[in-house]
Nanobody, 124 residues
Framework: QVQLVESGGGLVQAGDSLRLSCAAS????????MAWFRQAPGSEREFLAG????????YYADSVKGRFTISRDNAKNTAYLQMNNLKAEDTAVYYC?????????????????WGQGTQVTVSS
């Protein structure tokens, strides 16, 4: 199991940027891919972006492609989500996920470890 702690959320204005961080600890050797999801009240958890730990290769949901960038720092056991040009509809709790072994994993059930979430609120 991998323990994940997100940070970097907050209240911003539309058009602003934020960088979320996800610090991993525990059995990080099992990590194949790490991803970011978000969930707004009353909505299903939505996949945003994924990164393969070894190669750094990335994949994105169409809804955020071009605005959000996922990356990882292997030495720090940390993944990041750079979010630019934020919109009011981006308001949600953002979650980091790990312990996926499938290629291009995008489903909640694909990931075995989750962080506690960090709130991002975008005001217009």
């Amino acid at each position: 199991q991998v323990q994940l702690v997100e940070s970097g959320g907050g209240l911003v204005q539309a058009g602003d940027s934020l960088r979320l961080s996800c610090a991993a600890s525990g059995n990080t050797l099992q990590t194949y891919a790490m991803a970011w999801f978000r969930q707004a009240p009353g909505s299903e958890r939505e996949f945003l972006a994924g990164v393969y730990w070894s190669s750094g290769g990335t994949y994105y949901a169409d809804s955020v492609k071009g605005r959000f960038t996922i990356s990882r720092d292997n030495a720090k056991n940390t993944a990041y989500l750079q979010m630019n040009n934020l919109k009011a509809e981006d308001t949600a709790v953002y979650y980091c996920a790990a312990d996926a072994t499938r290629w291009r994993a995008t489903l909640r059930a694909d990931f075995g470890s989750w962080g506690q979430g960090t709130q991002v609120t975008v005001s217009s």
